[in-house]
């Protein structure tokens, strides 16, 4: 189905039915699942055939919305406001007020959070909430960058892809985990690190993540 209006509004019908939907992104392809849905994150776990011990991140509307899902300290908060909407997702502690599914990051209370620059995920998550999403490939295959690549990867193991054509961004999104004493890169990706580096020294927050 095509990502238009039309499509975006049967995507939050099915997410709303507990169904999974593959969508486009400002990085690459994600599948998504309302946060939510019984058994939904061991859903997205089954459908990607990834290990049960890797966490999945939640994309927001909005970076408002991050603070009532975790704990924003100094570097969360500032690799937020230079990034969001864009490339980055960062690790933060859960706040304990607020009950996520354990599947979502196992073993952890930390979660990843990110606000995507596309309108796509950004409309289904002001609709539903905050969504749990993953790439939209097999665990150890390339990332699907267009809604042929998820069929030839996934077939009928989603309930929906919205076609937004090639994704247009790069690579997957940069991961810094800021739930520790230390801000430090879980994945290098769509931001680079001295860009991360920059905003850390210009907030002031301490890190060790020297650019070599």
Known sequence: ????????????????????????????????????TPGGIERLFEVKRRPPDKGIMLLL??????????????????????????????????????????????????????????????????????????????????????????VEQLGDAVDLILDGGAAHGGPASTVVDCAGDLPRVLRAGAVPLEEVVRVLDLAGVAHDLGTG
């Open 61 to 150: 509307d909005e970076t408002g919305q991050a603070g009532s899902i975790g704990e924003m300290g100094p570097a969360a908060t500032a690799l937020g406001a230079a990034f969001w909407p864009g490339g980055l997702t960062v690790v933060v502690a859960r706040r304990p007020d607020v009950t996520l599914p354990a599947a979502l990051s196992p073993g952890t209370a930390t979660v990843g959070l990110r606000v995507p620059d596309h309108l796509a995920p950004r409309t289904l998550a002001r609709a539903v909430g905050p969504l749990p999403t993953t790439s939209a490939n097999r665990s150890g295959d390339p990332e699907a960058r267009d809604a042929g690549g998820i």
């Open 1 to 36: 189905m095509t990502d238009d209006a039309e499509g975006r509004a049967t995507a939050i019908d099915v997410l709303r039915a507990g169904g999974v939907v593959a969508l486009p992104t400002d990085t690459v392809y994600g599948i998504a699942i309302a946060l939510d």
